[in-house]
Nanobody
Framework: QVLLVESGGGLVQAGGSLRLSCAAS????????MGWFRQAPGKEREFVAAISSSGANTLYADSVKGRFTISRGNIKNTVYLQMNSLKPEDAAVYYCAARSLLVVAAKSTPSDYSYWGQGTQVTVSS
């Protein structure tokens, strides 16, 4: 079982920035395609960003394009989400997710992901 541990959430003013981190606990020889999703109270979980196993390809939700950047860290199976120009509507619990080691592509659908973190809260004050 792969454990994903997120960190970096918190309270920020509108227009500010946060960087979320996610690390996979399992030591492997491969790289997981990974993604970020978020869920606000009363809403369904929605896609935010994803990155392929190599890091060469990324996907973004239209609502965060140009403001958020997903990247892979130097430590294997670590991924970051840099969030700039935050808006009150970005407030949510953010979840890190990883796909199977058998695939390489970035995907935007929750059902494409096999492993999920516990979530980290992002609050944006107006």
């Amino acid at each position: 079982q792969v454990l994903l541990v997120e960190s970096g959430g918190g309270l920020v003013q509108a227009g500010g920035s946060l960087r979320l981190s996610c690390a996979a606990s399992e030591r492997t020889t491969g790289y997981y395609p990974m993604g970020w999703f978020r869920q606000a109270p009363g809403k369904e979980r929605e896609f935010v960003a994803a990155i392929s196993s190599s890091g060469a390809n990324t996907l973004y939700a239209d609502s965060v394009k140009g403001r958020f950047t997903i990247s892979r860290g130097n430590i294997k199976n670590t991924v970051y989400l840099q969030m700039n120009s935050l808006k009150p509507e970005d407030a949510a619990v953010y979840y890190c997710a990883a796909r199977s080691l058998l695939v390489v592509a970035a995907k935007s659908t929750p059902s494409d992901y096999s492993y999920w973190g516990q979530g980290t809260q992002v609050t944006v004050s107006s």
